[in-house]
């Protein structure tokens, strides 16, 4: 069956950078619409960033946009969030999802990452 593993997560100072990993297994990762979404302590999910199926074109969340990069190894069935300039504000729990029209919509269960001094 379908299954999606982040890993990468972590405790990091701010102004830090982390890079998170998103492992698919169980369907064809390379035709699925990718994205990222985290929750914060106590708050709702917010959207962080999405990519073409081919990785040709990438979007972003205002509040990570220029600090933010994400990217995928088709080869590999791996998504990746490249996260520098970090902050505190971007504590949270972070999930991929991975969509597909009349296809699937499937999530991961997410890995934590903590920005503290």
């Known amino acids: 069956q379908a299954q999606l593993v982040e890993s990468g997560g972590g405790l990091v100072q701010p102004g830090g950078s982390l890079r998170l990993s998103c492992a698919a297994s169980?369907?064809?990762?390379?035709?699925?619409?990718m994205s990222w979404v985290r929750q914060a302590p106590g708050k709702g999910l917010e959207w962080v960033s999405s990519?073409?199926?081919?990785?040709?074109?990438?979007y972003y969340a205002d509040s990570v946009k220029g600090r933010f990069t994400s990217s995928r190894d088709n080869t590999k069935n791996t998504l990746y969030l490249q996260m520098n300039s970090l902050k505190p504000e971007d504590t949270a729990t972070y999930y991929c999802?991975?969509?597909?029209?009349?296809?699937?919509?499937?999530w991961g269960k997410g890995t934590l990452v903590t920005v503290s001094s």
């Open positions: 999802n991975a969509w597909k029209l009349w296809e699937g919509d499937y």
């Open positions: 169980g369907f064809t990762f390379s035709i699925y619409f």
């Open positions: 990519i073409y199926s081919d990785g040709s074109n990438t």
